[in-house]
């Protein structure tokens, strides 16, 4: 019993680290937004375009002239994920620019990070340098 609550105490450890990353990129795109009066949707979908929904777009801010897709990664699948959204969105023609803030980019093989830099716009290694995508933003005016 002791061996199982203390397998317990590890897997909910896990669980809430993970948890933690997606809240704090809430918090920190909600700041970022609010600071530079801009609109802001979490879990976006194109409707017209994606009917099924399956392609959903973690952070959407839209921009005077830009609109923005933020993908909050911490693992290699939700970083496949983002590609293949990414490829969808070119494939649809919609204009956007792709974004990337990882949880930890180091913890993101190889392979999937090289395929993330061939469709993405920006990469943000993680929220510690969110900086710099405040800095991208103001590129973009």
């Keep these: 019993q002791c061996l199982l609550k203390i397998a317990d105490i590890s897997f909910l450890e896990r669980d809430r680290v993970k948890s933690t990353f997606f809240e704090d990129f809430r918090e920190t795109m909600n700041k970022i937004a609010k600071k530079r009066k801009l609109e802001i949707h979490f879990n976006y979908q194109i409707k017209e375009k994606d009917k099924r929904e399956i392609y959903p777009i973690d952070c959407y801010l839209k921009m005077k002239k830009e609109n923005i897709f933020v993908f909050a990664i911490h693992n ?37 990070l090289a395929q993330f830099s061939d469709v993405s716009e920006k990469q943000i290694s993680s929220l510690d340098n969110v900086d710099r995508f405040e800095k991208y933003l103001e590129s973009l005016n």
Excluded at 88 to 108: A, H, P, S
């Design 76 to 112: 290699d699948d939700k970083c496949k994920n983002a590609i293949i959204s990414m490829l969808m969105f070119e494939k649809w023609d919609v204009d956007f620019k792709g974004v990337g803030i990882f949880q930890d980019q180091t913890d993101i093989g190889r392979k999937v």
